[in-house]
Nanobody, 123 residues
Framework: QVQLVESGGGLVQAGGSLRLSCAAS????????VAWFRRPPGKEREFVAT????????IYEDSVKDRFTISRDNAKNTVFLQMNSLKPGDTAVYYC????????????????WGRGTQVTVSS
């Protein structure tokens, strides 16, 4: 069983930065990937980024890959999402998810989810 808790959301002006954290408890090491998804207001949940816990390899959604960085701290069992140059279109509830896969955009491969953290970017 894996438990995930997100933190770090808030209100920021366009062009600003935030760093989200996802603290994981339980088995999230070998074979796991941890991903960030987001649900913009009135829209479907969408993939943001994922990291393979063992190898550190990453995948990004095209609209964020030059602005967001996903990373992990093995000692703290925590995954981060550094978000720079934020835009109003990044406004969403951001969710952390974990699953036994090598890193995927498919939310069905992540059975464990946090409750989400709100990110609001004002223009």
């Amino acid at each position: 069983q894996v438990q995930l808790v997100e933190s770090g959301g808030g209100l920021v002006q366009a062009g600003g930065s935030l760093r989200l954290s996802c603290a994981a408890s339980g088995r999230t090491s070998v074979g796991y990937a941890v991903a960030w998804f987001r649900r913009p207001p009135g829209k479907e949940r969408e993939f943001v980024a994922t990291i393979n816990w063992s190898s550190g390899s990453t995948i990004y959604e095209d609209s964020v890959k030059d602005r967001f960085t996903i990373s992990r701290d093995n000692a703290k069992n925590t995954v981060f999402l550094q978000m720079n140059s934020l835009k109003p279109g990044d406004t969403a509830v951001y969710y952390c998810a974990a699953g036994l896969n090598s890193g995927s955009r498919n939310d069905r491969l992540y059975p464990y989810w946090g409750r989400g953290t709100q990110v609001t970017v004002s223009s």
